[in-house]
C-alpha cells in the first residue's frame, strides 16, 4: 500500500509513501539516484522506487482488489511492469519510450498481484500503469495522484486496502496548494497519507529543480536526510 503524487506550481514537486509490511527494504543513495530497495531471495536487492540523476521517479503501488487480467501470458516478454520500473529508474529506458511500449503492447504484471507504475520526468509529466486495464498519460498536470486503486474503477470495487481515504487526503491539500507549494509542504501531504497498520517505511521527496531527493524512514519526520545530483 503507497501514495504516490506530483505537483506541478512554480516547481515540479514528486512525493512517494513506500508502505510495506514483512519485507525487508533499503535507501541506497548514490550520484546516479536514490534507489528504494526490496530484498528478493532469488534476485538480493531490487531497485524498485526512486529518483535517477536524470529526473524521473519511479513508484510502484499494489491494486486492490487483484485483477487477474494483469498476470502474465505463456509467452511473456520484457513488458512485465517491475522490469520496465528498473529500466526508468536506471536510465535504460525513457518515459516516452515507456509510453510508446504501453501505447502498442499490453503490460503484465506479477502472477497473482496487480502492481501498478506511477512514473514521471524532470518536465514533471506523469504516467500511470494499471497491467491489463490500460494506462493515463497527463502532460505536466496541475496534480496526480495514484494510491492503491484502479484510476479506471475508481471505487466501483471496494477493497480495505485500497487507499481511498489516502487518495481523498491527498486530493484535497493539493487542490488547495499554493503555488509556492515545495518540499516541506509535499512531506505534510506524506505525512497526512502516511499508515501504521501497513506501515509507511520511506516517504520521499524530489525537487526536480534543485536536482535533489530528501527522505526519510520510519515515519521519522524531524530526520530527513538529502542528495543533490551533480
Known sequence: MCTSIVINQRKTIVGWN???LDMQHRVRPTQDGVFIEIFDNKEGWLPLFGANSRGDFVGMPTCWPF???SDPPEDAGSNSVLLLDIDLLLQKKTLDEIRSIAEREDVYSAPGVTFMAALSDRDGNVLH???GQGHLYYEKPPFAILTNFS???QDAEPHPWMGWDRYQIAKSMLENAADTFDVPDCFAVLKAASQSVCPTVV???YDA???TVYWCENRSWDNI???QFA
Request: aromatic share 4%; charged share 20%; proline share 10%.
Open 18 to 20: 513506500l508502505d510495506l
Open 67 to 69: 485483477d487477474n487480467r
Open 129 to 131: 500503469i494499471v497491467p
Open 151 to 153: 484510476p479506471f474503477k
Open 203 to 205: 516517504s520521499m521527496v
Open 209 to 211: 529543480a534543485a536536482h
Open 225 to 227: 536526510q538529502s542528495i
